[in-house]
């Protein structure tokens, strides 16, 4: 089930506003913006949701020894080494 999206919208100044008119997509340069303030981005991919094809040649490397699990208890996905019990 996807969540339903909210509408946020919030004032900025004229300095703010100059530094990100430009941007291409402003929504999803801002949803970046604050998810890598609020520490929860992805460190492999930065909150892009797509990895290069270097990051996932790293990746298919990694995953060799380690595997994604969901957590019984929040039913969130984490990763498990394969060499720790």
Same mark, same amino acid.
Do not use: Y
């Given at each position: 089930?996807?969540?339903? *999206?909210?509408? $946020?919208?919030?004032?900025?100044?004229?300095? #703010? #506003? *100059?530094?990100?008119?430009? $941007?291409?997509? @402003? &929504?999803?340069?801002? @949803?970046?913006?604050?998810?890598?303030? #609020?520490?929860? /981005?992805?460190?492999?991919?930065? /909150? &892009?949701?797509? #990895?290069?094809? %270097?990051?996932? @040649?790293?990746?298919?490397?990694?995953?060799?020894? +380690?595997?994604?699990? %969901?957590? +019984?208890?929040? +039913?969130?996905?984490?990763?498990?080494?394969?060499? $720790? &019990?």
């Amino acid at each position: 089930m996807k969540k339903k *999206q909210e509408i $946020i919208t919030f004032k900025v100044d004229d300095d #703010l #506003l *100059q530094a990100i008119k430009d $941007i291409p997509n @402003r &929504s999803e340069f801002i @949803r970046g913006a604050i998810i890598e303030a #609020l520490g929860s /981005g992805c460190p492999l991919c930065n /909150g &892009s949701g797509m #990895l290069t094809s %270097n990051q996932k @040649r790293h990746w298919d490397d990694f995953a060799i020894d +380690h595997f994604v699990k %969901n957590c +019984h208890d929040c +039913h969130e996905s984490f990763l498990v080494c394969s060499h $720790i &019990s």
